[in-house]
């Protein structure tokens, strides 16, 4: 007999693209130590930790919440416990282009009815340097963070590393989805690197800073990407129901980071708070990410959007978008998501008789849409890696007149979509507000395609009246003006 034995939990490879391991699978309980027997065992609160390190939880829901799976928390052994930082001092210079309260009486706060479009947000200048807690822009959202209601959605630009910064928001969950240059992250419970492609979501509370080794290498002027921030809630699996286990995004490719520490004793740091979107920073001389061990579920993960097993209708008409979904964010109205992220990634698209281009549609749902690579055609306004569309809840929109004209009359036969292309949506159950100095930047209403429709069926009355007639029904008398 031979025999064998695994000499450890299963961690990811590195490659040159990306130096770091992950631990894989999602909303589980990990562990890791980055020095052997830092962790206890048996018991989260030792009287003495392990080399003399510091316990401290972080809970990111409240103690008592039902069920118990709805439990997120990590515990941390560290060289210093949080606290171990100066006073807090208001910081809103650091970034004032930061909205939390999308409520009406936020006078930063526009309404907008109509469909909105933005051309790809505009990177800094040479001249002018941001990292990425000052390269944050508020463009629309619903609820407040002081109701633990509620969204946002930003852009982030930014050509500068943070250096000894970090940032922790206290509002939100943040699911951020670079589109230009990798985003290297080091968070209290280790580093992720992050492509285009990729997404990452940092929970409430956890504190990290943001590297661009894109940018520091020349390779790109500057990093830009897309944020969605969640009050009070946090990003789940969709329910899978009859489709049963193995679709959409798979919990195994789902990559939490390692532990990992810095021993950075008499250097000047700074830890930037967002409060109600309001900044406020304090200082400490020593590194907060010295972090030697943890424990818990309330841990950073990323996706590769590209690994989306797409499900879709094969036969007859598509599916509604939402079995795009990657995440999902409970609303607090039972079975009704917040919202969704849905991934149009590569697929192939039915042959039989339907029409193919999304359908002409009004939801409760708004629309927001970026894409992350690759071209994403068809609606009035095309959408360019780095810009942004938005619908409003419940007004119409959908495809060209000429598409409508190409979609009715062409012949269907297998066809690759969205190939080498990864375009997103949030879709969003609630009405959203715009803050008005993104309004400023937006595209008009495309107008000219609006009015470009031709009613064909009144083209088609003698064939009408035919029918009508048939069924013993009045024929329409209707002479064109
Ligand atoms: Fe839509």
């Known amino acids: 007999m031979a025999s064998a034995m695994a000499r450890g939990g299963y961690v990811t490879t590195p490659s040159d693209a990306d130096p770091y391991i992950y631990q894989t699978g999602f909303g589980n309980r990990f562990a890791s130590e980055a020095v052997p027997g830092a962790l206890p065992l048996g018991q989260n609160a030792p009287q003495k930790c392990a080399f003399d390190l510091y316990s401290e939880q972080l809970n990111g829901s409240s103690f008592v919440v039902l069920p118990r799976s709805g439990i997120q928390h990590v515990w941390m052994y560290r060289m210093r416990p949080s606290v171990a930082h100066g006073p807090l001092v208001p910081a809103d210079d650091i970034n004032p282009a930061i909205q939390a309260s999308f409520l009406a009486t936020n006078p930063a706060m526009e309404l907008v009815p109509d469909q909105l479009a933005w051309d790809p947000f505009t990177l800094p200048s040479d001249g002018e340097k941001k990292d990425f807690v000052q390269g944050i822009r508020t463009v629309c959202g619903q609820g407040d963070p002081s109701l633990r209601q509620g969204l946002a959605v930003h852009m982030y630009t930014a050509n500068r590393s943070m250096d000894r910064r970090a940032f922790c928001n206290n509002d939100g969950d943040f699911l951020i989805m670079p589109q230009q240059g990798r985003l290297q992250i080091q968070t209290e419970l280790g580093w992720l690197m992050v492509r285009p492609g990729e997404i990452v979501v940092i929970q409430a509370g956890i504190r990290f800073r943001v590297l661009l080794p894109d940018v520091d290498s020349g390779k790109e002027k500057a990093a830009r990407g897309y944020i969605q ?230 083209e088609r009355l003698s064939d009408v009246n035919t029918a009508l007639t048939k069924a013993g029904a009045q024929s329409i008398a209707y002479e064109k003006k």
């Open 229 to 458: 921030e969640v009050f009070g809630a946090h990003y789940e699996l969709p329910e899978l129901g009859p489709m049963g286990s193995n679709g959409m995004a798979l919990p195994q490719d789902f990559e939490s980071p390692v532990a990992a520490f810095d021993i950075d004793e008499g250097s000047q740091w700074e830890v930037v708070y967002k409060l109600m979107g309001k900044l406020f920073s304090s200082e400490q001389d020593h590194s907060p990410f010295d972090v030697v061990a943890w424990r818990g579920n309330l841990v950073p993960y990323k996706y590769a959007t590209e690994k989306f097993i797409n499900v879709a209708n094969v036969e007859h008409d598509q599916a509604d978008p939402t079995v795009y979904s990657v995440l999902t964010v409970r609303s607090t109205v039972p079975g009704v998501p917040l919202t969704d992220l849905l991934v149009f990634t590569p697929k192939w698209i039915p042959t039989s008789n339907t029409f193919r281009p999304p359908y002409y549609h009004r939801n409760m749902s708004s629309e927001v849409m970026g894409l992350l690579y690759g071209t994403y055609g068809g609606s009035a306004h095309s959408l360019e890696p780095g810009g942004l569309s938005y619908e409003a809840s419940y007004m119409p929109h959908g495809e060209t007149y000429e598409t409508w004209v190409s979609a009715t009359t062409r012949e269907l036969k297998p066809e690759r979509v969205c190939e080498n292309t990864v375009a997103f949506m949030f879709h969003i159950t609630v009405p959203l507000l715009v803050t008005k100095a993104t309004v400023g930047e937006a595209q008009p209403a495309p107008e000219s395609q609006r009015a470009a429709y031709k009613p064909h069926f009144l």
